[in-house]
């Protein structure tokens, strides 16, 4: 295999040159992530970022990462201003999510993009969370002020705005978003061998 091209994780030493605000044990970031301000992301233990993410934080706002999360390759979580992105213990993400805790007015009333005056741009920006337990399919994208509840689970290219509330322990798919069946709740008894940490 070429060296060049080949994916690795950042060593102890690597992560603690990269100042983010906590950093925990046993973290895994590959070298093929991209996070341009690690000063305002915290990251607790057991965790793992893949290849291709990229962690978007703006000066004031914040990523926060708790224990037992897998961010798997190549998504995005784009944080906004004075906002922040927060994965409960034991959450995740599948391959290719896109997380938009900021995006633009596309009705018309304003132009787009970050080429024009703030004055003309209108940004809609919100905090998302993945409470504990909670995880996204492949390829699902979240909107500013989504929150997915204690043990829910969006299946595979799901869409959610964060208009309508989601029950706890349920999985919802699609675009629109719908109600798939409940689940089951043994992940709790599981998870308790991972407090003695």
Do not use: Q
Not at 41 to 69: F, L
Not at 112 to 133: A, Q, W
Request: net charge positive; with cysteine; glycine share 8%.
């Amino acid at each position: 295999m070429n060296k060049l091209l080949s994916s690795r994780f950042l060593s102890t030493k690597e992560l603690l040159l990269l100042n983010f605000r906590k950093l925990g044990k046993n973290v895994l970031i590959d070298k093929n992530v991209f996070i341009p301000h690690t000063s305002n992301i915290e990251i607790g233990n057991n965790v793992r970022i893949d290849m291709g993410t990229i962690i978007s934080v703006p000066k004031n706002g914040e990523v926060i990462i708790k224990n037992n999360v897998h961010i798997a390759p190549y998504n995005l979580i784009y944080c906004g201003n004075n906002f922040k992105i927060l994965f409960e213990n034991h959450s995740g993400l599948a391959a290719s999510c896109k997380l938009y805790g900021r995006t633009e007015n596309y009705d018309g009333s304003f132009l787009l993009n970050p080429t024009h005056n703030h004055e003309d741009v209108k940004l809609i920006e919100g905090d998302i969370i993945l409470e504990t337990f909670s995880t996204l399919g492949c390829d699902s994208v979240l909107f500013p002020g989504s929150t997915i509840p204690i043990g829910t689970i969006l299946g595979a290219k799901s869409l959610y705005t964060g208009n309508k509330k989601l029950d706890d322990w349920s999985i919802y798919a699609g675009n629109p978003l719908r109600f798939f069946r409940n689940r089951d709740k043994n992940s709790l008894e599981l998870s308790k061998k991972y407090l003695k940490g």
